[in-house]
């Protein structure tokens, strides 16, 4: 299936969400901070990126921006994956160049049909 790069500091929540997407057939590459995971996705072009927002340095608003500024993975549709629910994070999220953004504890069928509407 799809190439997914979960970019998450919590090794909780990159385990759920790597046991959710390999369960449905996808491969998985892990980044546990927002600058790791800029630089994975420049090296490794994966089909989709699951983006936490609260992390060390580069947090996830910053490192989707720079994804979808930079010519080389603006392509590479980004899902913000967090536990903030604010309208105004959706909106920034947005803002920044996500497809789309979901609020933690994620749901399975969730993940899957918004991952189905945004991969070619």
Same mark, same amino acid.
């Given at each position: 299936?799809?190439?997914?790069?979960?970019?998450?500091?919590?090794? $909780?929540?990159?385990?759920?969400?790597?046991?959710?997407?390999?369960?449905?057939?996808?491969?998985?590459?892990?980044?546990?901070?927002?600058?790791?995971?800029?630089?994975?996705?420049?090296?490794?072009?994966?089909?989709?990126?699951?983006?936490?927002?609260?992390?060390?340095?580069?947090?996830?608003?910053?490192?989707?921006?720079?994804?979808?500024?930079?010519?080389? $993975?603006?392509?590479?549709?980004?899902?913000?994956? $967090?536990?903030?629910?604010?309208? $105004?994070?959706?909106?920034?999220?947005?803002?920044?160049?996500?497809?789309?953004?979901?609020?933690?504890?994620?749901?399975?069928?969730?993940?899957?049909?918004?991952?189905?509407?945004?991969?070619?």
């Amino acid at each position: 299936m799809a190439r997914i790069l979960i970019v998450d500091d919590s090794p $909780t929540e990159t385990l759920k969400l790597q046991g959710m997407l390999e369960k449905n057939g996808h491969e998985v590459l892990k980044a546990d901070n927002g600058a790791d995971g800029v630089a994975l996705a420049k090296d490794q072009k994966p089909d989709a990126v699951l983006m936490d927002i609260v992390m060390p340095g580069l947090n996830g608003f910053q490192a989707t921006r720079q994804l979808s500024k930079d010519p080389g $993975t603006s392509h590479i549709p980004v899902i913000i994956v $967090t536990t903030k629910d604010q309208e $105004t994070d959706k909106v920034w999220g947005r803002r920044q160049g996500a497809k789309d953004y979901l609020t933690k504890p994620i749901d399975e069928a969730v993940l899957m049909k918004t991952l189905q509407s945004v991969l070619p």
